[in-house]
């Protein structure tokens, strides 16, 4: 027994070191420090990843938001522009520029306008134009001076040879001008010469009903007189001739529609309540008039955010080769107006209109935000607006507005004269 105790207790005097040596085992101060120095690397390398991520996602959220706002921009005006002189009004009537205008001085129905940009003008029928009705749906009176249009929801219409169909035409808009007493400006159009137009002011006394078989009719009576009605002047100067056609000319009328004017132009808006966010913006006049149609919220409709230049240029094929000769080298060769700085808008070779067939839109966007790490090329001029910027600026505003990313866009739309 005592042999088997005496082993024991030296056995556990054995064992004792060990269990002691055991527990006092870990890591050393060098493994320490080439472990935080690992995972401090692999955190720093994270962050740098997720910085960059997050830079180029701003990235591609700001020229997302460029490229949408010349997208609206350039759908917006191209439309505008095919659809200017629809209804017969000569391009020389549907189209006009203001180049480079003054923004101390030069406003759109109040509104400030950036310097340097221009102003695009346009007037066709834009809505519906209304079949008359061929029994007596035009008269006129040369004794008086005055007539009356009878428009219908539902006129004939030849399908074929030899099937006559019921055509529906919408009188919505003739309805609303109607309803609101608007002095809106009437296109006329000849049944003995489409070429043939009279433009003349919507009278007061024209009204919108039901005939007796339930179809929505519209009576519009004009006067061919100047001094009839506010605005009848400066309509009739965009009839064929200047001035009421005669009656031998517009004897008989086949359709009738609203002429509308709109100027799209970029809206300064550096305000504290908006900030300094241009836009391109829309103005609705009555033609060849200074006046809103409507209230002033007409005068400033809001098209896309953050568009700092317009510029157009016109096309006229003056040689009638069918080619738009482009040649910065020499002035007299080129024939697009609008396309450089040193091109002369007193030039006679621009006298004549109709040979315009293209119009140029050009727009400059920029993103909505700016970057402290980055800086706009230096422009030179674009399309006829001179820049002249520095390669480095100095001026604080001018380095505030570079900070923003810009991106030019140009769409050359072919002219239509419906």
């Known amino acids: 027994m005592r042999t088997t105790t005496a082993r024991c207790a030296a056995s556990k005097g054995r064992d004792t070191p060990a269990r002691a040596q055991e527990s006092e085992s870990g890591f050393s101060l060098l493994?320490?420090?080439?472990?935080?120095?690992?995972?401090?690397?692999l955190l720093v390398l994270i962050l740098q990843m997720l910085e960059l991520n997050s830079r180029v996602g701003r990235v591609q959220i700001d020229l997302a938001e460029v490229q949408q706002s010349q997208r609206v921009v350039h759908r917006v005006l191209a439309d505008a522009v095919r659809m200017s002189g629809r209804g017969g009004i000569p391009i020389a009537q549907a189209i006009n520029v203001l180049d480079n205008v003054d923004g101390s001085t030069f406003t759109v129905a109040t509104n400030t306008v950036t310097d340097g940009s221009d102003v695009l003008q346009v007037r066709g029928v834009f809505e519906n134009i209304l079949l008359i009705?061929?029994?007596?749906?035009?008269?006129?009176?040369?004794?008086?001076?005055?007539?009356?249009?009878?428009?219908?929801?539902k006129v004939p219409s030849l399908a074929g040879p030899n099937e006559d169909v019921i055509r529906t035409q919408d009188l919505s808009y003739f309805e609303e001008a109607i309803t609101d007493d608007r002095p809106v400006a009437l296109v006329i159009v000849s049944a003995r010469n489409i070429n043939t137009i009279a433009v003349v002011q919507m009278m007061s006394s024209s009204s919108i009903g039901v005939d007796g078989d339930g179809v929505q009719t519209a009576t519009l009576n004009f006067s061919s007189e100047d001094s009839e009605g506010i605005h009848n002047a400066a309509y009739l100067d965009l009839s064929t001739t200047g001035a009421w056609p005669g009656n031998d000319r517009l004897s008989n009328a086949s359709m009738v529609g609203i002429l509308d004017e709109y100027w799209y132009y970029v809206r300064e808006t550096d305000t504290a309540v908006e900030g300094n966010h241009p836009r391109l913006s829309r103005a609705k006049f009555l033609p060849n008039t200074a006046v809103l149609d409507g209230n002033a919220a007409e005068g400033r409709v809001d098209i896309a955010d953050n568009v700092i230049d317009l510029q157009l240029e016109r096309a006229f094929d003056l040689d009638g080769d069918?080619?738009?000769d482009e040649d910065f080298d020499n002035r007299d060769l080129d024939e697009w107006l609008g396309n450089h700085v040193d091109d002369d808008f007193a030039d006679v070779k621009w006298a004549d209109l109709s040979v315009m067939t293209h119009v140029a839109v050009n727009t400059m966007t920029?993103?909505?935000?700016?970057?402290?790490?980055?800086?706009?090329?230096?422009?030179?001029?674009f399309a006829n607006h001179k820049y002249d910027e520095d390669d480095v600026p100095t001026d604080q505003d001018e380095i505030i507005d570079r900070r923003h990313r810009r991106r030019v866009q140009r769409t050359v739309v072919e002219l239509r004269n419906l």
Do not use: C, W
């Open 31 to 41: 493994e320490l420090t080439v472990a935080l120095a690992v995972s401090t690397t």
């Open 133 to 153: 009705d061929a029994q007596g749906g035009y008269t006129f009176d040369p004794a008086t001076n005055t007539g009356t249009i009878l428009v219908k929801e």
């Open 322 to 324: 069918l080619l738009l």
């Open 366 to 381: 920029r993103s909505q935000r700016t970057h402290s790490s980055f800086m706009s090329d230096a422009l030179d001029a």
